[in-house]
């Protein structure tokens, strides 16, 4: 598998980036590091930015996914910005509580609730 | 090598550090829990394991070795019972020496909890040697703890 190929569909809206997986399954250490680095990309090129990651699709994750999305929110809020997750399966939201990560993310259940709770 | 003895199967393979490989001896073990019957939840659960230990076998376990030095998956699965052993080469380590990824201190590294998920997903997990063999029991009848 080329870890040139993007792993990720990315739009920005209203000052509001947008990201979801192509993939079902993000596990493998490769793939999330290029997806680190992509949105790392977005986050340093901004002010201030406001980033929604949707799960839409996504069937399961690893700990090393868990743990570029603390990366991720680390980078966010060093840069003033806002980070939200969206459409998260119940079991994956499972892992999130199991982790307590769920006190650390704001998480939503719908992307539309998420671009609602961004702040200008 | 895979076995079949009645309501019994079983298989042990020597995996390299190839991720395709990974995937299809992962999928092995979940098309078999599928056929013994194992729900979805019970098959996510299996998966999640699987991945953790692996990738902490490669990733930690194999981290001074050749990368062609071979990790050892195996698995024995009946209606009542998966139990996978997952024994890499290296040094091995102080299972108890991890730090709780789950304490408000250390929620924010972005590290430490594939151990975790496993002992949280798993019915029984055990470290055996000098911590590089783990093995792991999952009841598929337990009842599930919602704690």
Request: glycine fraction near 6%; avoid cysteine.
């Amino acid at each position: 598998m080329s870890s040139n190929e993007s792993r990720l569909r990315m739009s920005t809206q209203e000052g509001i980036t947008q990201v979801e997986f192509i993939d079902r399954n993000i596990l493998d250490e490769g793939n999330i590091q290029s997806i680190g680095e992509e949105i790392s990309a977005v986050i340093e090129s901004a002010d201030a930015p406001r980033i929604l990651i949707s799960f839409d699709n996504v069937e399961h994750l690893s700990s090393a996914a868990l743990g570029t999305l603390i990366t991720i929110n680390n980078k966010v809020r060093k840069k003033g910005g806002q980070l939200r997750l969206a459409n998260i399966d119940p079991q994956i939201f499972e892992v999130f509580v199991i982790t307590r990560l769920n006190k650390l993310f704001e998480i939503h259940e719908s992307t539309e609730d998420a671009q609602k709770s961004f702040s200008a | 090598m895979t076995a079949s003895h009645g309501q019994t199967e079983s298989e042990h393979v020597e995996l390299i550090d190839d991720r395709d490989l990974i995937i299809e001896a992962e999928q092995r073990v979940l098309d078999a829990a599928e056929r013994m019957g194992y729900a979805d939840a019970a098959r996510f659960a299996i998966r999640l394991a699987l991945e953790e230990a692996i990738t902490n076998a490669f990733k930690h376990g194999h981290a001074q070795l050749p990368p062609t030095t071979t990790v050892g998956l195996s698995y024995e699965i009946s209606s009542e019972k998966l139990t996978v052993d997952i024994e890499d080469q290296g040094p091995g380590f102080d299972p108890d020496a991890v730090a709780d990824p789950t304490l408000d201190e250390n929620l924010e590294r972005p590290f430490g909890r594939g151990l975790m998920l496993i002992r949280a997903y798993m019915t029984s997990v055990e470290h055996i040697g000098r911590g590089n063999h783990v093995r792991f029991v999952f009841d598929p009848n337990a009842p599930v703890d919602d704690d």
